[in-house]
């Protein structure tokens, strides 16, 4: 199969999937329960969201595995049990996606505040090895490294794929626009540190997701392509921002919303496009209708 950097240069801009956490909810995971064990117990489920975002149009389907590493999985008694979830779930994901679509196995940050010392940045290379080796085995091609805020758990994310696998690597972090009116992760760290840190720490794509609406998100992919003119660049955005409604939290920017940003994000240097908190495959349905039309 060709890498993600060959399906790129074949032309046009790629369409990723969107949330898992959104549509696991609506197939019946409840509060508590541990997202990532669906894909032990209900597999059919996990299989059927994976399928219905290549129905829509995705080129590249993630791994329902985004709280994968020992340390978020030990707050459900599941920290033995890293390798076979992450082998299912990346399985999984390799069974939808067939042999036409990449496979981007999730890896989120660990929760650990490297700072207050809860654990060392060994701790975390070995956790994120653990889980990487597993992805790689159940058949991902890609790791995508997601929602990060730090850069040092990002580096030891990126390291750890790099010298345990040869799966490309993608790492994307979360922004939210301060007082100042500036991106920043919750670490204070900017679009262009991010950038310029990723690619130097072996990642192929870099990009951002979450925390923003695909309309925010222009922002900040044209702060990251001012730095990195030749990344290709990954967006996962929300649909919208989130509001509470009755004690739960909905987004509620439609498809026609999301495709409607389409043009500014590719003019602004996205080369990917995908979403997160709150899409669904309709959203990408008509993400991947722009974007092709676009092109």
Known sequence: MPSIIQKLKAGLPLISDGAWGTMLQ???????????????????????????????????????????TRYKLEFF??????????????AISREAAGPERLVLGSMGPTGKMLLMGDV?????YQAFKEQALALAEGGADVACIETMSDLEEAGLALRAVRENTT?????????????????RTMMGVS?????????????????????NGFDAM???????????????????????????????????????????RVPALLEAGANIIGGCCGTTPEHIAALAAAVRSDG
């Not at 799966?167 to 991106?183: D, I, M, P, Q, S």
């Open 26 to 68: 609506q197939s019946g995971l409840t509060p508590g329960e541990c997202p990532e064990l669906w894909c032990l117990t209900h597999r059919d489920k996990v299989l059927a969201i994976a399928r219905a975002y290549v129905e829509a149009g995705a080129d590249m389907i993630e791994t329902n595995s985004f709280g994968g």
């Open 77 to 90: 008694g599941l920290a033995e049990r890293v390798r076979e979830i992450n082998l299912a779930a990346a």
């Open 120 to 124: 060392t940045p060994d701790d975390l």
């Open 167 to 183: 799966l490309e690597a993608v790492c994307t972090l979360t922004f939210e626009r301060n007082t100042k009116g500036e991106y």
């Open 191 to 211: 679009p262009t540190q991010a950038a310029e840190f990723c690619l130097q720490q072996g990642a192929q794509v870099i990009g951002a997701n979450c925390g």
């Open 218 to 260: 222009v922002d900040v992919v044209r702060e990251m392509r001012a730095a990195a003119p030749q990344a290709p660049i990954l967006v996962h955005a929300n649909a919208g921002a989130p509001q509470s409604v009755n004690g739960q939290t909905v987004f509620n920017e439609k498809p026609a919303d999301a495709a409607a």
